[in-house]
């Protein structure tokens, strides 16, 4: 339907010390894709990814490098127009025809647009890109991000080498449209308290004014036609129309309902109601607010009153979810490999494992297109953060100029998608490796770009903000002795949006990254230092050997090592995420760091090792968090032969429904097919999206004969709800002191 | 050198029941003003302060009411303008010419303009004045304010009676303007890091375009000439003028330097160079930040970790200052009655109680030119908020519209005045009493117009938040039996924003608005409760007839009641202002609730009684926000007998400059004239706006033989800052319970 005409441009690429320069040689350019992949490709240098192939493209950042294309088929007719149309150039670029300078920008996610009517067929085009935007000369780190909206993960992070990407990274080419054809097209709607209707509100300019007509049509998820309306256009260039669904099919996230997707057309029609010009997005009908949690308006209480904390909890239609998700970091180093592919499998992995929120990490870039699409689609909720992480990004008009034109074109470009339920400032600015404040311009810029631009959807400066919180990162603290477990059932937070527990990748990735002769064991340097198993954020993080061998003692091997250490992985992740669950409602979300990886590193916290394997924590993550779940608060992971052990028992729900009352049976298990049974609860009815403590108990451990055991939690009633948690057992010669010899009973 | 005329015009009013009706009588009205008062003095009614007067008003806020004028002198010239012009009519009006609405309002706070060229003598104009706005019909509460801008105070606070003003209460009449016109001029300016430079932006619309010129000057605080600039105007209607100031004087705050004043000039001429119209306001060159107080970023320092404090301290000029002072209440209940003679009076009796910052509370409405222009000249900082207080301001699109014109006409009108460093969205909203949260529409739109029109100035969503406090009100809680001082001994706000500490008026006050048959015993009825002496916030506030009698048992008359009363506030807000200092630098602020009043309360936390008469505490308030001071940490009201007397001594410096070394001396003065030295203090020096803590005092008290003892600290090399605390001994025979024993020593 729609009369564009779209070709694409065969690219070449060159480097040149300095803007004034030109190439002296030339490579074929892959478009989308980035400067350093086209100059390894031709210069045949190894995989990045493996060892310590990155520090070749140290010195690439600092280069110029022009695309150049010739411009052909450029036959138009008389009402025709022909544009240049790139979706975004990763950095500081400039568009040049035949020598001369059409456009300078500056910023990766702002659209050019060039219209080139008039250029002729082999005409040069040249898309002119800077090097890499540094505050400062050096030294290589993230501080040389803080004056530039490029995504500070790019110069260095604990789970990203040093590499910084430049290039086209998004879909490039011309585009012939109607002399009047739909410049920007923009739907909000309102639904009524009860939700029972939507009114729309659609903002249409014109490139210029035509005698003709506007048509938008909206579809209903089945694609049956709910309204199609049409409007004369005449001497102007705007529009404003309005129309109203009754009973609109709501979007929901995936564990709470259907995500209901419409269609909305928007046709500009010429006076004989030829279509000239089509749009077409999706439309999900949702309310998103962030809400306060039962009861917390009664803290503080205590005279000198301060504030309560501020609101986290999303509300999706008037209901209150539990938000359980991870924090997504960009799947690619380069942006211009990002592909549908990788999103398609990583948030399938996802939903597989009952998330349904991830966190876009304001250190890494903003996905594609598809990227959104697919989360629509899947019912997975999205928290999008501005290009700030961990910096002092100051009040400099350059800087905040650059800002501004970022910002709004991602809101622009984010606004239509349902499944962004929330904006954000940026990553940890409001603590003291970044020192911004709310005061800082550059976050109150960003704070009215989203109220003029996207007023339904909340806005957050930066996470975390006052009662919500981020970390620990660590199984154990050397320092304090203490477990994460412990750290997080000590605390009261709203949202844990960021925690950590860490593991090796798995055999076949450390086989692939790292050389045989450096494998074993691991040492601080070389390939396992230049992936991220030592020194980084920690002396020994994120191997963490001493944590594995306070546990377990020394590994004889790779494979012991990488088993151990998943193990510690995966049940740290279980206690964190269903402690947070278990302080329902007062915390309303849990997103671990992280749930992916841009490449592969020896060890991390992520859940899918790059590409897009899976490692053994993010089916223990999936198991915790799903939606109907037995679980136990225990608060330590090692137990000694003579103590008592005392896990709480509860009934986790998150789903829509209510749950009849049923049993659940606590029991060990030893690996070699010990039972103990522990307890029966009998437990009550659970309403919808909510929990129930159950008995807390208490037993005497006696010699398991066993370096592990498990608990379980079955759930007969309810099969899809067991549980089983691994622990560690120590006999009595081992155990450090005996405790006080207390009868098995229950607490209920 | 202005070429526009201005008229008054003679204006009566009537009032009617409906809109579509017409007032049957009329009454002489005095502009500005309000209705209640022209009908009360029509009326003949007694003055509405005095006894329970004011409840006659009560129906007068819900007619409208119609003010009339007629044109007269309306001879223009061919390029003459004629334009009818408000400041400001309280509260939805419409401006009516010969029956023929042309402009319809709500807000106080924009102005009104409409052209009326082409009207002719004897036209009737007409401002017609709606209803006082309700959300909801009834109860009469301060609910009701909130889906408007109107000041919530007048539906009734706890030292506001329920009474709504309406009507014109700014400066109001025609102007006959050049048809070219300056329209809007707006200044912005930057001053480099060290302050040794200014860059000055200027923004003029005209009415429309004219050949001639743009003249503008700056004049220094001594009237010399600091530039002269000019250029042509031609087909453009909007102008960006730059220039430049070397060496600027700075504004400072009256206690930090001189708060200097240039004048800035502006005029349109025409071809011949004949001026137009001009335009004068005055310009103070400083710098205003929020900035985070040293070592703040330490904390929070324990995972899972949350955000640190936002920033509270002022720093002026590069300079961090304590910010000392008093929430300002509008001075008066109707808005037309305030006067610059009330201003001047107030103003210079809160500089010489050497504060430094006054709120201007979102309860209250703002105030009349006159103020701001004085604070200017004074060197008094301003913390201004908007009008939401205490409510819930939902997020519907009818109030936005109006809070969104009437929060940019505030920012308009008071953008030039240095003395004003802080915006804030309003008051206690992030509180259980009003539920607004950082996701508030209301309070997002405040913050994205701060940012887009003043984005120099630091803005506030509400007071408190995270780090602030607000409270206690009462100097001992009879529920704990905790005194205030306490309170903030044990506290580690960041800033103290409001605080309490009530008394009796002073008996000419009482006399005045209490009928000589209520006046002694106090009663909760009758004008004693409706002068707030008793069941307002608290059952016994504010006269706290509880309290007094708990430390000195049943008054035997009103002079001895009044005179009880007077000293525990003084006392209590000494040891409340004293000890916010002391908690300096992570406390950076204190502010009292409340300076002022609007109407004469029978008992209050004010220090200044209606119209303008200083309470005995303002005395006692200026004593502890001197400059430099000698200051003692006591805590706690009664000594007994034999009890170890501790306070803890220090030295406050809140002055630009440093105080060398010197003694303090602290001894014991009962009334009958007996003293009892207790230390002397070798102080080192001390450096500017730095605090020192000295001994902590022990000491064990005999038997004092007075009811009263005051604590003495005596400073011989500096006797400026000498203090005196009076506190309350009991004898042996009352003392609760003697304490351990111990030596009287001093530990440094």
């Given at each position: 339907?729609?009369?564009?005409?779209?070709?694409?441009?065969?690219?070449?690429?060159?480097?040149?010390?300095?803007?004034?320069?030109?190439?002296?040689?030339?490579?074929?350019?892959?478009?989308?894709?980035?400067?350093?992949?086209?100059?390894?490709?031709?210069?045949?240098?190894?995989?990045?990814?493996?060892?310590?192939?990155?520090?070749?493209?140290?010195?690439?950042?600092?280069?110029?490098?022009?695309?150049?294309?010739?411009?052909?088929?450029?036959?138009?007719?008389?009402?025709?127009?022909?544009?240049?149309?790139?979706?975004?150039?990763?950095?500081?670029?400039?568009?040049?025809?035949?020598?001369?300078?059409?456009?300078?920008?500056?910023?990766?996610?702002?659209?050019?647009?060039?219209?080139?009517?008039?250029?002729?067929?082999?005409?040069?085009?040249?898309?002119?890109?800077?090097?890499?935007?540094?505050?400062?000369?050096?030294?290589?780190?993230?501080?040389?991000?803080?004056?530039?909206?490029?995504?500070?993960?790019?110069?260095?992070?604990?789970?990203?080498?040093?590499?910084?990407?430049?290039?086209?990274?998004?879909?490039?080419?011309?585009?012939?449209?109607?002399?009047?054809?739909?410049?920007?097209?923009?739907?909000?709607?309102?639904?009524?308290?009860?939700?029972?209707?939507?009114?729309?509100?659609?903002?249409?300019?014109?490139?210029?004014?035509?005698?003709?007509?506007?048509?938008?049509?909206?579809?209903?998820?089945?694609?049956?036609?709910?309204?199609?309306?049409?409007?004369?256009?005449?001497?102007?260039?705007?529009?404003?129309?309005?129309?109203?669904?009754?009973?609109?099919?709501?979007?929901?996230?995936?564990?709470?309902?259907?995500?209901?997707?419409?269609?909305?057309?928007?046709?500009?029609?010429?006076?004989?109601?030829?279509?000239?010009?089509?749009?077409?997005?999706?439309?999900?009908?949702?309310?998103?607010?962030?809400?306060?949690?039962?009861?917390?308006?009664?803290?503080?209480?205590?005279?000198?009153?301060?504030?309560?904390?501020?609101?986290?909890?999303?509300?999706?239609?008037?209901?209150?979810?539990?938000?359980?998700?991870?924090?997504?970091?960009?799947?690619?180093?380069?942006?211009?490999?990002?592909?549908?592919?990788?999103?398609?499998?990583?948030?399938?992995?996802?939903?597989?494992?009952?998330?349904?929120?991830?966190?876009?990490?304001?250190?890494?870039?903003?996905q594609k297109k598809a990227f959104y699409d697919l989360c629509d689609e899947l019912g997975l909720m999205i928290w999008?953060?501005?290009?700030?992480?961990?910096?002092?990004?100051a009040d400099t008009p350059a800087y905040l100029r650059v800002l501004d034109s970022e910002s709004r074109a991602l809101?622009?470009?984010?606004?239509?998608?349902?499944?962004?339920?929330?904006?954000?400032?940026?990553?940890?600015?409001?603590?003291?490796?970044?020192?911004?404040?709310d005061q800082s311009l550059a976050l109150r810029l960003l704070g009215s770009n989203c109220y003029q631009l996207d007023?339904?959807?909340?806005?957050?400066?930066?996470?975390?903000?006052?009662?919500?919180?981020?970390?620990?990162?660590?199984?154990?603290?050397?320092?304090?002795?203490?477990?994460?477990?412990?750290?997080?059932?000590?605390?009261?937070?709203?949202?844990?949006?960021?925690?950590?527990?860490?593991?090796?990748?798995?055999?076949?990735?450390?086989?692939?990254?790292?050389?045989?002769?450096?494998?074993?064991?691991?040492?601080?340097?070389?390939?396992?230092?230049?992936?991220?198993?030592?020194?980084?954020?920690?002396?020994?993080?994120?191997?963490?050997?001493?944590?594995?061998?306070?546990?377990?003692?020394?590994?004889?091997?790779?494979?012991?090592?990488?088993?151990?250490?998943?193990?510690?992985?995966?049940?740290?992740?279980?206690?964190?995420?269903?402690?947070?669950?278990?302080?329902?409602?007062?915390?309303?979300?849990?997103?671990?760091?992280?749930?992916?990886?841009?490449?592969?590193?020896?060890?991390?916290?992520?859940?899918?090792?790059?590409?897009?394997?899976?490692?053994?924590?993010?089916?223990?993550?999936?198991?915790?968090?799903?939606?109907?779940?037995?679980?136990?608060?225990?608060?330590?992971?090692?137990?000694?032969?003579?103590?008592?052990?005392?896990?709480?028992?509860?009934?986790?729900?998150?789903?829509?429904?209510?749950?009849?009352?049923?049993?659940?049976?606590?029991?060990?298990?030893?690996?070699?097919?010990?039972?103990?049974?522990?307890?029966?609860?009998?437990?009550?009815?659970?309403?919808?999206?909510?929990?129930?403590?159950?008995?807390?108990?208490?037993?005497?451990?006696?010699?398991?004969?066993?370096?592990?055991?498990?608990?379980?939690?079955?759930?007969?009633?309810?099969?899809?709800?067991?549980?089983?948690?691994?622990?560690?057992?120590?006999?009595?010669?081992?155990?450090?002191?005996?405790?006080?010899?207390?009868?098995?009973?229950?607490?209920?």
């Amino acid at each position: 339907m729609a009369t564009m005409k779209k070709t694409s441009l065969s690219w070449r690429v060159g480097r040149h010390p300095a803007r004034s320069a030109t190439p002296t040689a030339w490579m074929p350019a892959t478009v989308p894709g980035a400067v350093q992949l086209d100059w390894a490709h031709a210069e045949e240098w190894p995989p990045y990814w493996q060892g310590e192939n990155f520090r070749a493209y140290d010195g690439l950042e600092d280069f110029y490098w022009t695309y150049e294309a010739r411009l052909e088929f450029l036959d138009l007719a008389e009402d025709e127009r022909l544009f240049f149309v790139c979706g975004g150039v990763d950095y500081h670029s400039e568009v040049v025809l035949n020598g001369k300078v059409l456009l300078e920008q500056e910023g990766m996610y702002a659209p050019l647009e060039v219209e080139l009517t008039g250029a002729r067929n082999g005409d040069t085009l040249q898309v002119i890109v800077h090097p890499a935007p540094k505050s400062r000369p050096a030294p290589p780190d993230r501080d040389q991000a803080n004056s530039s909206c490029k995504p500070a993960v790019s110069y260095g992070w604990d789970f990203h080498p040093r590499l910084i990407p430049l290039g086209i990274w998004q879909e490039t080419g011309l585009e012939i449209r109607q002399a009047s054809h739909l410049r920007t097209v923009v739907l909000d709607y309102a639904l009524t308290d009860d939700f029972s209707s939507a009114t729309l509100s659609l903002q249409v300019a014109l490139s210029q004014p035509i005698k003709g007509g506007l048509r938008w049509t909206l579809l209903s998820p089945l694609g049956e036609i709910v309204f199609i309306e049409e409007q004369p256009t005449g001497p102007d260039q705007t529009f404003h129309l309005q129309s109203s669904v009754a009973k609109p099919q709501l979007w929901w996230p995936h564990d709470q309902g259907d995500p209901a997707l419409h269609i909305l057309r928007v046709e500009l029609l010429d006076a004989s109601g030829n279509t000239l010009d089509s749009h077409e997005q999706r439309v999900g009908f949702r309310r998103v607010r962030l809400v306060m949690a039962p009861d917390q308006w009664k803290w503080p209480n205590v005279f000198p009153l301060t504030r309560s904390h501020p609101p986290i909890t999303l509300e999706i239609n008037g209901r209150s979810i539990f938000a359980k998700g991870a924090n997504w970091v960009s799947p690619e180093i380069f942006p211009g490999l990002l592909a549908r592919e990788t999103y398609v499998t990583q948030l399938n992995l996802a939903k597989s494992a009952h998330m349904n929120l991830l966190r876009l990490w304001g250190g890494a870039p903003a996905q594609k297109k598809a990227f959104y699409d697919l989360c629509d689609e899947l019912g997975l909720m999205i928290w999008q953060e501005f290009p700030l992480a961990c910096n002092f990004y100051a009040d400099t008009p350059a800087y905040l100029r650059v800002l501004d034109s970022e910002s709004r074109a991602l809101i622009a470009k984010l606004k239509p998608h349902p499944s962004l339920v929330l904006w954000c400032g940026g990553n940890e600015l409001f603590n003291h490796w970044s020192r911004m404040t709310d005061q800082s311009l550059a976050l109150r810029l960003l704070g009215s770009n989203c109220y003029q631009l996207d007023p339904a959807r909340p806005f957050l400066p930066t996470s975390p903000v006052g009662g919500m919180a981020h970390g620990h990162y660590i199984f154990r603290d050397p320092k304090t002795g203490e477990e994460s477990w412990s750290m997080f059932q000590r605390s009261h937070n709203t949202a844990y949006c960021e925690f950590g527990s860490a593991s090796p990748a798995s055999i076949e990735v450390l086989r692939e990254i790292i050389p045989e002769s450096e494998l074993f064991p691991p040492k601080p340097v070389g390939s396992w230092l230049a992936h991220h198993a030592f020194g980084v954020w920690q002396p020994t993080s994120h191997l963490y050997l001493d944590v594995q061998e306070y546990y377990f003692g020394p590994p004889e091997n790779l494979e012991q090592l990488v088993e151990r250490g998943q193990l510690l992985q995966s049940e740290g992740y279980k206690g964190l995420y269903e402690e947070a669950r278990r302080q329902k409602p007062v915390a309303s979300m849990a997103l671990c760091w992280c749930l992916n990886e841009p490449w592969p590193t020896a060890a991390n916290n992520n859940l899918i090792a790059w590409p897009s394997r899976p490692k053994p924590a993010l089916a223990a993550v999936g198991a915790s968090c799903r939606p109907l779940l037995a679980s136990a608060r225990i608060r330590k992971f090692v137990w000694n032969e003579g103590e008592i052990f005392d896990p709480e028992l509860w009934w986790l729900n998150d789903a829509p429904h209510a749950i009849p009352p049923g049993k659940m049976e606590a029991r060990l298990e030893t690996a070699d097919g010990q039972r103990y049974p522990l307890l029966t609860w009998e437990a009550p009815p659970l309403e919808a999206n909510t929990n129930q403590a159950g008995p807390h108990l208490r037993w005497k451990i006696p010699n398991l004969g066993n370096e592990r055991f498990d608990l379980v939690l079955s759930t007969p009633d309810q099969p899809e709800a067991e549980s089983r948690y691994t622990l560690l057992f120590r006999a009595a010669q081992r155990a450090e002191t005996a405790t006080t010899t207390v009868m098995n009973t229950v607490v209920v």
